[in-house]
């Protein structure tokens, strides 16, 4: 079984930070995607940014610039840094993670529960 937990949210006001981090544990073997959503009220949960083992990364448009994703390896954690918020960026913000896990060729796709972020005008 694999755990996916966020960490990180709150209620900041406009212009502000915060960095949000996901760890996952588990008889994880490998992760090989981790990224970030965000869902507001009402609206389709859509890609904050997202990274693979080779080191690439993708930024949805309204986070580009502002948002930077990174990743520990060693630690099975991800990290989301969060800069020049807006309160159009509230919304619950999920990692997800897709691996293989022990015991098995399958590959797996994993979400946290979520965190809030409030931006505040």
């Known amino acids: 079984q694999v755990q996916l937990v966020e960490s990180g949210g709150g209620l900041v006001q406009a212009g502000g930070s915060l960095r949000l981090s996901c760890a996952a544990s588990g008889s994880i073997r490998s992760i090989n995607v981790m990224g970030w959503y965000c869902q507001a009220p009402g609206k389709q949960r859509e890609l904050v940014a997202a990274t693979t083992s080779a080191g690439s990364t993708d930024y949805g448009d309204s986070v580009k610039g502002r948002f930077a994703i990174s990743r520990d390896n060693a630690k099975n954690t991800m990290y989301l840094q969060m800069n020049s918020l807006k309160p159009e960026d509230t919304a619950v913000y999920y990692c997800?993670?897709?691996?293989?896990?022990?015991?098995?060729?399958?590959?797996?796709?994993?979400w946290g529960r979520g965190t809030q972020v409030t931006v505040s005008s």
């Open positions: 997800k993670m897709g691996m293989y896990v022990s015991g098995s060729d399958a590959f797996y796709e994993f």
